[in-house]
């Protein structure tokens, strides 16, 4: 069974993640490109207001389509309790293309934002078969390990 990581990360911890993840479980992996620079303190602010009006923006095309997968899993952080807006691009384009859908988060509220995995249902129309949304600090302090490896496990037999 074929697996896709597409990935979204400003800061690098979910990179890492999904870095770690795609070694896992031997998935292939594509990271989602934002044409928009949200770098520093603006960036930042912009891409949380954004999230918050569930906008849309430019994304690079990606080269792996998820329809040639049994599971995609999308790997982002939450910005202001939604999903970041080229997350929020990527499953829209491909919402009919997804067979199974996992979402794995670092985030600054961890288990807390249900609000992202709801919203990416109701994009997709189909219900999230597995989460993971870790906090920054248990990220950080390396306190995820037993977490990320029942998820692991979980999308394994997806």
Do not use: H
Request: positive net charge; proline residues 4%; glycine residues 6%.
């Amino acid at each position: 069974m074929r697996k896709l990581i597409a990935y979204y990360s400003r800061t690098g911890r979910n990179r890492v993640l999904a870095e770690e993840l795609r070694r896992t479980i031997g998935a292939d992996i594509e990271e989602i490109v934002e044409l928009k620079n949200r770098r520093g303190t603006w960036g930042y602010l912009t891409g949380g207001l954004d999230s918050l009006l569930w906008l849309k923006t430019k994304i690079k095309q990606y080269e792996l389509n998820p329809s040639d997968y049994a599971l995609t899993v999308i790997v982002a952080p939450i910005w202001f309790f939604r999903i970041p807006p080229p997350v929020r691009t990527y499953l829209t384009q491909n919402k009919a293309n997804f067979r199974k859908l996992a979402f794995l988060s670092v985030c600054g509220r961890g288990d807390r934002n249900t609000k992202a995995t709801a919203e990416i249902a109701k994009i997709i129309e189909e219900p999230v078969s597995a989460e993971l949304m870790l906090d920054e600090e248990e990220f950080d302090q390396n306190k995820y390990r037993r977490k990320f490896a029942e998820f692991a496990t979980r999308i394994i037999s997806c």
